[in-house]
């Protein structure tokens, strides 16, 4: 009997720590903050093991017209979680592609993925002004939405540069553009905002 009660006391202390929890998974444009609706999502969980990694949970579903999903587990321990969601069609921007977490992230429970359409940009940079071999230009170009570290067209050129980048597919929605350019020893930054619609080819002219 004493055996049946301390068994019992494990299982029910086992289940107690394995709360369940309620995952919120949501998909917006990064631009307009409109939700996507009809996503497929997914949440899988590991354990690994003598054997390796094995899945051990795989659930499946659709985002509703909110562009929302509300799924309730039971997270257990030893277990690495992941949630993921499809991409729209044309996506040219993804943030947070892919969430992880385990037992011990108690408040992860809030999975928001964010998308951008593709437009098109075609750059020319040129010095129209050059002194000599000395000059320098900074430039930057990226999505003012997005997060200070990504980074879509960057570089340094030194001297008389001109030429003139090709159409390519960018995240579409508003940009900042900013370069720092160097002439006969003097430094003098300068920045424009531009925008572009969904599947526009934009032309960018930069002239220093």
């Known amino acids: ?4 009660i301390v068994f019992l006391f494990i299982f029910l202390f086992a ?4 709360k369940k929890r309620t995952l919120h998974i949501k998909a917006i444009n990064a631009v307009t903050g409109e939700p996507y609706a009809g996503l497929a999502y997914g949440i899988s969980a ?10 051990v949970y795989d659930h499946k579903g659709t985002l509703d017209a909110n562009g929302e999903a509300f799924v309730t587990l039971r997270v257990r321990g030893n277990r690495t979680y992941n949630v993921g969601c499809t991409k729209p069609p044309n996506t040219c921007y993804v943030k947070d592609i892919n969430f992880s977490f385990g037992k011990e992230d108690k408040t992860k429970n809030d999975f928001q993925f964010e998308y951008a359409e593709c437009g098109y940009i075609q750059l020319k940079v040129k010095n129209i002004s050059c ?12 999505p003012s939405y997005t997060d200070p570290n990504y980074k879509i067209i960057q570089m340094t050129k030194l001297g008389c540069f001109d030429f003139e980048f ?6 579409y929605g508003p ?19 531009f925008y572009i619609n969904e599947n ?4 960018f002219l930069l002239e220093y």
């Open 15 to 18: 289940t107690a720590c394995n």
């Open 131 to 142: 002194y000599d071999a000395n000059d320098k230009i900074f430039f930057n170009l990226k």
């Open 175 to 193: 940009w900042i553009a900013t370069w720092q350019v160097t002439k006969n020893g003097v430094t003098s930054n300068y920045d424009s905002t």
């Open 166 to 171: 090709i159409d390519e597919p960018v995240p």
């Open 200 to 203: 526009q080819h934009y032309y």
């Open 46 to 55: 590991t354990t690994t093991g003598i054997g390796g990694e094995k899945k």
């Open 1 to 4: 009997m004493k055996k049946t």
